[in-house]
T-cell receptor, first 111, second 118 residues
């Protein structure tokens, strides 16, 4: 079984760019797709990135996803930060042994 | 409108049972794999269970295996979670989630809160 590790929190100013990492403990990060979910306070999660780097319709192109085999990690990058981006962000991946695995979540503060 | 609406939450004593329902609308429920995902108060997301579109393939997280049963009724566009032998650590908001592909969720309900306490 594998785990996904995220930083507990990150903060950045409006208009800046922030990157949230998600490191896979075992197995290749490239072996299974990584997704990212946004959860604003008091709301249910929504998908902002799926299949490593795909954006659902309606998600602005300020959100982008990538994977890095050398660090065995995935990243969510948000550019042109807005106060509305303040939320918890969760990475998620899947394999046939562990099934659906979520990272612990990262609290993004836009200040 | 495309949506998932969970019902059935509430307060239950340890060892008790509860049945959650999730009503789907605005999309073809019968072709989608469906899941339950939970979130303990102040904690992260935890996948609970999955059921294939036909209901023939089912998976459970180790934390609920043997106690929870997932099912669906495609004629009623509904997903269910029967929860038995409930424990304090099952206290959480339970979300119904659609999986358009086996590896991710693209639609979530608003969730229903289960509190297990005496």
């Amino acid at each position: 079984n594998f785990m996904l590790t995220q930083p507990h929190s990150v903060s950045e100013s409006p208009g800046k760019t922030v990157t949230i990492s998600c490191t896979r403990s075992s197995g290749s990060i490239a072996g299974n797709y990584v997704q990212w979910y946004q959860q604003r306070p008091g709301s249910s999660p929504t998908t902002v990135i799926y299949e490593d780097n795909q954006r659902p319709s309606g998600v602005p192109d300020r959100f982008s996803g990538s994977i890095d085999g050398s660090s065995n990690s995935a990243s969510l990058t948000i550019s042109g930060l807005k106060t509305e981006d303040e939320a918890d962000y969760y990475c998620q991946s899947y394999d046939s042994s562990s099934l659906w695995v979520f990272g612990g979540g990262t609290k993004l503060t836009v200040l | 409108e495309v949506q998932l609406v969970e019902t059935g939450g509430g307060l239950v004593q340890p060892g008790g049972s509860l049945r959650l329902s999730c009503a789907a609308s605005g999309f073809t429920f019968s072709v989608n794999e469906m899941n339950w995902v939970r979130q303990a108060p102040g904690k992260g997301l935890e996948w609970v269970s999955s059921i294939s579109s036909s209901g023939t393939t089912i998976y459970y997280a180790d934390s609920v295996k043997g106690r929870f049963t997932i099912s669906r009724d495609n004629a009623k566009n509904s997903l269910y979670l029967q929860m038995n032998s409930l424990r304090a650590e099952d206290t959480a908001v339970y979300y119904c989630a659609r999986a358009p592909s086996p590896w991710y969720f693209d639609l979530w309900g608003r969730g229903t809160l289960i509190t297990v306490s005496s």
